[in-house]
């Protein structure tokens, strides 16, 4: 994919990002080492090639199978610094990202080591690439809601750390409604509220409904799908909740990257963003989410501004940076 001049220099926003969805295999083969891991693969090659899925659980299926070489601090360190570096590149100016504490601690990593390691990387992009960036929680919401409780008990430590939650994994058979509970509380703690409602599920347009209004989220992750849905639509037109979408994640775990439905919903008024979702499994940082909606959508520059300044304005930066940012 072919950056254009216009799409490189445009300042971005990230909002829609899995910090361990950018761990590409060069760092996962340099983590392995220093952690004296084997890995089923031993070249970058070899892992791309295994990269073949075709829905969400088979992508989820490789995407925690490599988190295993996350261990330390000063691994979630280098992975996110690697992230940061990269999109430096691509005029990214902040990130809002999101983490999985419970990929890592269900498999023995303290959730210290996963929030420290981070937050060390956020600190030093800003200091050497003027990125900014916050974090925001999320619980997998194919485990019960015990234990997302149980992580937000135990994220409260960190409480300034973290600007807000959000609920990723797989959402066949787990409703927005299943962490009721536990989004209430995050709300009563001051954490900002979204949820991933994917496409192309069954009962997708019954998730959109609950998460705007028995959820309360201030954004919903992909969600495109409220199109066919008339009323929603303009429930979060009138509200102002945007919508994350991720078009090169689409081409992976849906039916096609639905830059048609970015098209129709910036046309009825909804903000809606590009964003890149799991870049290094699905071969696409942010700039080549926006050329790919440029070259499939025949969309013109100020169209790709104006998704470019959607992501400002339902950005959860503090005001001041905001103003900076447009
Ligand atoms: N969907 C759901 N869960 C995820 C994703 C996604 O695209 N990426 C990482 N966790
Ligand atoms: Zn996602």
């Known amino acids: 994919i072919q950056i254009s001049p216009f799409v490189a220099g445009l300042p971005k926003v990230e909002l829609h990002l899995h910090i361990e969805g950018t761990l590409e295999p060069e760092l996962k083969f340099e983590l392995a080492r220093r952690n004296g891991i084997e890995l089923a693969h031993s070249t970058a090659e070899e892992v791309q090639a295994s990269y073949a899925f075709d829905d969400l659980p088979s992508f ?16 979630f360190t280098d992975l996110a610094m690697a992230y940061f570096r990269r999109v430096a590149e691509q005029n990214v100016r902040h990130v809002e990202m999101f983490f999985d504490p419970q990929a890592h601690t269900s498999r023995g990593v303290s959730f210290d080591a996963v929030i420290t390691g981070l937050r060390r990387a956020q600190i030093e992009a800003e200091r050497q690439f003027g990125i900014t960036s916050a ?3 999320c619980f997998l919401r194919d485990f019960q809601a015990e234990y997302a409780m149980a992580t937000l008990l135990e994220s409260l430590r960190y409480r300034e750390w973290i600007l ?72 979060i037109v009138e509200r102002g909740i945007g919508l994350t979408s991720c078009p090169i994640s689409n081409t992976w775990v849906s039916d096609g990257s639905k830059v048609e439905l970015v098209k129709r919903l910036a046309e009825a008024g909804v903000k809606i963003t590009l964003n890149s979702d799991d870049p290094a499994y699905f071969g696409g940082y942010i700039a080549e989410n926006f050329q790919r ?4 959508g025949g969309v013109d520059e100020a169209f790709l501004a104006q998704l470019s300044r959607n992501a400002v304005d339902i950005s959860w930066a503090p005001a001041v940076l905001k103003a900076q940012l447009r």
């Open 60 to 75: 989820l299926t490789a995407y925690y199978d490599g988190m295993n070489v996350l261990q330390t601090s000063e691994d």
């Open 135 to 137: 974090l925001i929680m």
């Open 293 to 296: 909606v440029a070259d499939e």
């Open 164 to 235: 807000g939650v959000g609920l990723d994994s797989d959402e066949n058979g787990n409703p927005p409604a299943k962490f009721a509970e536990v989004f209430a509380r995050a709300k009563a703690e001051g954490y900002l509220l979204t949820m991933h409602c994917d496409v192309d599920i069954p009962g997708s347009i019954e998730h959109i409904r609950q998460v705007i209004e028995e959820i309360g989220v201030a954004r919903i992750d992909h969600g495109t799908n409220i199109v066919e849905n008339p009323e929603l639509l303009s429930v």
